[in-house]
């Protein structure tokens, strides 16, 4: 494999090539998927202990209920944007999950 670092002004340059331009935006954005990882871990994991099938839907509720987010979809699907509906709820989600 060639090396093409000299194409490069420097490494950082380097790097947002291979793995896009980290900003604030984007580590706000992995941080919301992470946290919400962590959360629908403790959600099912709560649901298979009480024996709770599995529904389309119930994540969003429970998350919405126990944390006080409310996530939009987008196309039917989680979108990367939530809204606070509970501040106190929310902040136990934050010292919780981060």
């Given at each position: 494999?060639?090396?093409n670092?000299?194409l490069?002004?420097?490494?950082?340059s380097?790097l947002?090539?291979?793995i896009g331009?980290v900003?604030?935006?984007?580590v706000?954005?992995?941080e919301h998927?992470?946290?919400?990882?962590?959360?629908k871990?403790e959600f099912?994991?709560t649901?298979?202990?009480n024996?709770q099938?599995?529904e389309?839907?119930a994540?969003?509720?429970w998350?919405e209920?126990?944390?006080?987010?409310q996530?939009?979809?987008?196309?039917?699907m989680?979108?990367?944007k939530?809204?606070?509906v509970?501040?106190?709820?929310?902040l136990?989600?934050r010292l919780k999950?981060?």
């Open positions: 494999m060639a090396n670092n000299h490069y002004a420097d490494r950082l380097r947002n090539t291979l331009q900003t604030e935006a984007s706000d954005k992995y998927w992470r946290t919400l990882q962590q959360a871990a099912d994991n649901r298979i202990a024996g099938a599995w389309l839907g994540f969003a509720d998350l209920n126990t944390y006080g987010v996530l939009e979809k987008e196309e039917g989680i979108g990367p939530f809204h606070i509970d501040e106190q709820k929310y136990i989600y999950f981060e």
